[in-house]
């Protein structure tokens, strides 16, 4: 068993002298870093610093080496292979890597993409365009009554003209169980769809296999799983990536050019062109050796039973409206206070030295489906503990006092 106590020590923003105060809660947005990953940031810069792939001397080599073994750290955390691993600045520029690049390709009048209204903006909008585009149409996935995609419900909307399933695994806002990718991935490929999963809230906090969850692609950012900002990865299929032609060109990716006329790498390179985010895949390769270290299984449990105790701690306080499932949970916890605008509690919490977040999460339909306007969240990870919890609530219910008192 991993023992987590120690783990907070590892973060140096949460060691500095404002840091030690902090309880932070938004790690959905955007998580700490450890000392380790900084570290491989700042030994990239001071020693190994090149451009990959054309130096012929050995600064370039090792800078390449040290490129391409982070793809291979990166791939190795998925259960993919190197070469279905295409670095990118993120989810959302992974998601639109399939807009652009197959969706638009692949889709025709009469197709239809399966989604859902609880979708992040990133997981919603580049298919919106995308349909727009090729005449294609959006269906949406019937939620649960807590505003969940439930796996059977996926499986029931599927149907002959799917052509494209895009879902999250987790959701950014209501803390309910991963879907069964699995189940969605076979019974999709049976009527000849893809699926696209949105890992950007699993990716970090769930064991993933994704060969084994059979999916066509997985979006996830590196800085929501304790890596820099500016690096994401998109898994492909390797089928799927021979089949699909590139959409963004330039250097790095082109194999032999001439004055009007071009061809270009295999995969994953077609999909890099430019000088890629060098440092932030070594960065994000260190954040993926620092969470298996961890034991991704123990830190799913870590980050279920911190957010189970929230969402029924903060359940019981009078006023409070916890959204997403009740019992089995993940660790992300959308709430309201009655009478009290989700921006005013962030803003109380604050001053208690709680960061949480605030607002529509990205996800303005599942606000409607909701009958919210906003929900205050937060989201709990390896460094947080039941002490962060226990202030959390404590916290809430000195918030919810001061106000009914105001307001009285
Ligand atoms: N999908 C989900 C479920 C998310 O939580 C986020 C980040 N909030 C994104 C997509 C977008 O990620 P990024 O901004 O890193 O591209």
Redesign the pocket.
């Known amino acids: 068993m991993t023992d987590f106590t120690g783990v907070r020590a590892d973060f140096p923003l949460l060691s500095t002298a404002e840091g030690r105060t902090l309880t932070y809660l938004d790690s959905?947005?955007t998580a700490q870093k450890p000392e380790v990953v900084l570290e491989a940031l700042r030994h990239f810069y001071r020693y190994d610093n090149a451009n990959v792939y054309r130096g012929v001397y050995g600064l370039a080599a090792r800078a390449t080496a040290a490129f391409e073994a982070a793809r291979e750290t990166v791939a190795a955390f998925i259960g993919a292979d190197a070469d279905e691993v295409i670095f990118t600045r993120?989810?959302?520029?992974a998601v639109n890597t399939v807009a652009w690049a197959w969706a638009r390709a692949a889709l025709g009048p009469g197709d239809e993409i399966l989604t859902s209204e609880a979708e992040?903006h990133?997981?919603l909008v580049p298919w919106q365009e995308a349909a727009r585009a090729a005449g294609a149409r959006l269906r949406f996935v019937e939620l649960a009554a807590d505003g969940s995609v439930q796996t059977e419900a996926v499986l029931g909307a599927l149907g002959p003209r799917t052509r494209l399933v895009a879902l999250?695994q987790a959701s950014?806002v209501l803390g309910n169980l991963p879907l069964d990718v699995g189940a969605v991935s076979r019974a999709a490929h049976r009527l000849g769809a893809i699926v696209l999963v949105?890992g950007?809230?699993s990716v970090p906090h769930l064991p993933v296999d994704v060969h084994a969850m059979e999916a066509d692609f997985v979006a996830f950012?590196g800085?929501?799983m304790m890596g820099p900002t500016g690096i994401?990865v998109l898994y492909g299929r390797r089928e799927m990536l021979a089949a699909m032609a590139p959409f963004q060109f330039g250097g790095e990716m082109i194999s032999h050019v001439e004055a009007e006329s071009a061809t270009f790498k295999e995969a994953p390179q077609k999909f890099e062109g430019g000088t890629p985010p060098i440092a932030q895949a070594i960065g994000l390769a260190r954040a993926c050796e620092y969470l298996s270290g961890l034991g991704m299984a123990e830190v799913a449990a870590h980050d279920r039973r911190l957010g189970e105790l929230a969402a029924s701690q903060l359940g019981e306080v009078p006023g409070v409206t916890v959204y997403g499932p009740g019992g089995a949970r993940l660790g992300v916890v959308s709430f309201n206070l009655e009478g009290v605008h989700p921006h005013d509690v962030a803003t109380a919490l604050d001053q208690q030295g709680i960061c949480v977040r605030a607002g529509h999460h990205?996800c303005q339909p599942l606000m409607r489906r909701l009958g919210v306007v906003a929900t205050v969240r937060a989201s709990f990870y390896a460094y947080n503990s039941e002490e962060d919890v226990e202030k959390l609530v404590a916290s809430v219910m000195s918030t919810m006092e001061f106000f009914h008192h105001v307001a009285h």
């Open positions: 959905a947005a993120g989810t959302t520029d992040h990133s997981n999250a950014n949105d950007a809230q950012s800085h929501k994401g990205c």
